[in-house]
């Protein structure tokens, strides 16, 4: 019932900067939060950043300082603004939602995920 896309993601060398997007679709009444989450081989999958309706945010230590997360209410749309990267920030990075359906049945939901690689 809920869809994610997500764009923004490719390759880029260490100091460059991405912005990630994600626009969510479908019978969404309510969004409670949005996030983005990375996984690279090897490693665990780790939150980077998240972001309520009202504004609220939360980061993980490794990006504060170089990544802004940010969203667009009208839209259903939330940005991932990524500065300063670095070789350890590759990885898969996907979109989450959660909220309300117009039912107001709970949801949550994942995009298919965008590969950023930062490498000289």
């Known amino acids: 019932q809920v869809q994610l896309v997500e764009s923004g993601g490719g390759l880029v060398q260490p100091g460059g900067s991405l912005r990630l997007s994600c626009a969510a679709s479908g019978s969404i009444f309510s969004i409670y939060t949005m996030g983005w989450y990375r996984q690279a081989p090897g490693k665990q999958r780790e939150m980077v950043a998240a972001i309520t309706s009202g504004g609220s945010t939360n980061y993980a230590d490794s990006v504060k300082g170089r990544f802004t997360i940010s969203i667009d209410n009208a839209k259903n749309t939330v940005y991932l603004q990524m500065n300063s990267l670095r070789p350890d920030d590759t990885g898969v990075y996907r979109c989450?939602?959660?909220?309300?359906?117009?039912?107001?049945?709970?949801?949550?939901?994942w995009g298919q995920g965008t590969q950023v690689t930062v490498s000289s």
């Open positions: 989450n939602i959660t909220g309300a359906l117009v039912n107001r049945s709970d949801f949550r939901s």
